[in-house]
């Protein structure tokens, strides 16, 4: 049995699918609990269903880290104070990218052995059904070679307890193939990480869907960059195909042919089937939803919650990182 923590009040959509994630989620795991954090006059849908803790207030998108700490009654401090107490086994919240980042790693504390904590992702790939291991993807906008080292372990680490591959194959983000290539942090880690045996050098963006890799690393500002790129991506193109197929008779009879095929490119290109991003070096389970998550995206966020936890994966990476 596991308690999830839920900020309810981070997402741009408000509580409403939220409460509905909730809902569906404790009726397919019964055995598990959740506490809803946020304002207990929109959670009244939530009354006998979980335990809700009121805290009207929500940080805002371009709060400070000293704005996020100050703010004690907020969704996002209560919710990380109550992991923090030993009330839960996961925390998710859909707010500020930065703001949960502060709250987390003030509140929970690094683990032992991490140096800074990093947002992982997994990222689908052209290979059905396997995904490659992104950080940091924006908890940090510099990083020391030190740390892109210890990424490669964590990611590395994550990719085999949550993903099973045996011996993941390791990349450095880059704006080029050889040694030489890549700026003067990425350069002086692809050094430091010559002598781990799963490292395979540098990759363009380009070629990090491809499947060849199974961890990518980037520094926070580089990494977000490449998510959202790819999300934004992945939108144009939907939309592109969609305009494709409606042009006309001929088209929308076209359609009919290949609707299974687009139908599998759009469920392995959907980003909110990821449930968003974990904050992978703080004591604890943290997941970043993603801000817009409809019910479906809030959903994959609490079953990724639920199997991160299980695994144990914070224990896990501190032992690793030794």
């Not at 690393?217 to 193109?237: H, P, R």
């Not at 817009?292 to 995206?297: I, L």
């Amino acid at each position: 049995m596991k308690t999830i923590i839920i900020d309810t009040l981070g997402g741009d959509n408000g509580s409403k699918p939220i409460v509905a994630a909730i809902k569906s989620f404790l009726i397919d795991n019964p055995e598990d609990k959740v506490i809803a954090v946020g304002n207990e006059n929109e959670l009244q849908e939530l009354k006998g269903v979980c335990e809700i803790v009121h805290a009207p207030y929500n940080i805002p998108m371009e709060a400070s880290p000293l704005d996020v700490m100050r703010h004690k009654d907020s969704s996002l401090y209560v919710a990380n104070l109550l992991m923090k107490e030993g009330r839960g086994d996961a925390v998710i919240s859909a707010g500020s990218t930065g703001g949960i980042l502060t709250a987390s790693t003030l509140l929970l504390k690094n683990a032992p052995n991490v140096k800074r904590a990093a947002y992982v992702a997994p990222f689908p790939t052209k290979i059905k059904g396997k995904k490659v291991v992104v950080l940091d993807v924006g908890a940090n906008n510099e990083n020391s070679p030190e740390e892109l080292v210890q990424f490669a372990v964590m990611g590395s680490l994550y990719a085999q307890i949550v993903l099973k591959v045996e011996k993941p194959k390791i990349y450095l983000l880059s704006n080029g193939t050889e040694e030489g290539k890549g700026s003067p942090v990425t350069k002086e880690a692809y050094k430091l990480l010559k002598n781990n045996p799963n490292f395979c050098g540098n990759m363009e963006a380009r070629n990090a869907l491809s499947g060849e890799a199974d961890v990518i690393v980037s520094d926070g500002f580089t990494g977000n960059v490449f998510l959202k790129g790819c999300e934004g991506i992945a939108k144009m193109m939907s939309g592109m195909i969609k305009s494709a197929f409606k042009k006309n008779l001929w088209t929308k009879l076209g359609y009919l042919h290949v609707r299974k095929g687009i139908k599998e490119m759009s469920e392995t290109m959907d980003y909110k089937s990821t449930g968003g991003a974990m904050l992978l070096g703080v004591n604890g389970v943290v997941v970043k939803a993603h801000g817009n998550s409809d019910e479906y995206a809030f959903r994959c966020a609490l079953n990724v919650a639920k199997s991160l936890a299980d695994s144990d994966i914070s224990n896990k990476i501190s032992e690793g990182l030794k």
